[in-house]
């Protein structure tokens, strides 16, 4: 099946998302930086030689990839000295928190001055790594805990629009649905996918972008 076994919202994820986080990661990133959920560190090669360190935080009980963790330990209990980071590194993690406030009150007491939060976090997306998946922010849930935590809200980005969003959905489902249904709807998906494309480069509606975007980003920074 190889290929065929592809889903085909994978390269919408990397086109509308990862790649979105992935630039703004690479511009803001700097001096001693801090990945909280790290997982196999997916961020690390494109900025290790812009950085003078990079360091891994983990939960000791993730389902993901420990081993190239420095800490385990909580993001609510970060074991780092007051003022230790220049950017925090926080994506797709809120939203499995339970307490997103105290995590984001503890990564500004492990930010220097003026240091740099790059956050990204899921809105329209299916429920995922459960019992632990607890919330999704709208653009003004994340402005309301910035203002709650004393963080400045430099950007706020939207990474998809309706078109893209409801293709991910229908793609995510028969995926998860059955490999064999997902293979035999293939052409037909692959039309809609090519047609949701299409449709999503001609909305000009950015307030629409706000309201059925699959994910967000948002780059914070710590004031006096």
């Known amino acids: 099946m190889g290929f065929f076994s592809i889903p085909l919202h994978q390269s919408l994820i990397e086109k509308y998302h990862v790649g979105l986080v992935r630039r703004a990661i690479i511009k803001y990133s700097r001096g001693r930086v801090l990945d909280v959920g790290c997982g196999n560190k997916p961020f690390y090669p494109y900025i290790k030689d812009i950085i003078d360190q990079y360091i891994g935080l983990e939960h000791k009980d993730s389902i993901h990839a420990k081993e190239k963790a420095e800490i385990l330990g ?68 994340l402005l309301h805990l910035a203002k709650e935590t004393k963080f400045k809200v430099m950007t706020l980005v939207p990474v998809s629009g309706f078109w893209i969003t409801w293709f991910g959905f229908v793609s995510i489902y028969l995926r998860g649905k059955s490999l064999l249904i997902y293979l035999f709807l293939y052409p037909f998906l692959l039309v809609f996918k090519i047609i949701c494309i299409l449709l999503q480069s001609l909305d000009r509606n950015e307030k629409a972008k706000m309201k059925w975007t699959w994910n967000y980003y948002a780059i914070l920074k710590k004031g006096q």
Do not use: S
């Open 74 to 141: 909580t993001a609510d209990n970060i074991p780092l000295p007051d003022d230790h980071v220049d950017t925090v590194i926080l994506t797709q993690v809120i939203e499995h928190v339970e307490n997103p406030a105290g995590v984001l009150k503890e990564i500004r007491r492990v930010l220097k001055n003026n240091g740099i939060l790059i956050v990204a976090w899921p809105f329209l997306y299916p429920i995922h790594e459960e019992p632990r998946d607890f919330y999704r922010y709208t653009e003004f849930g």
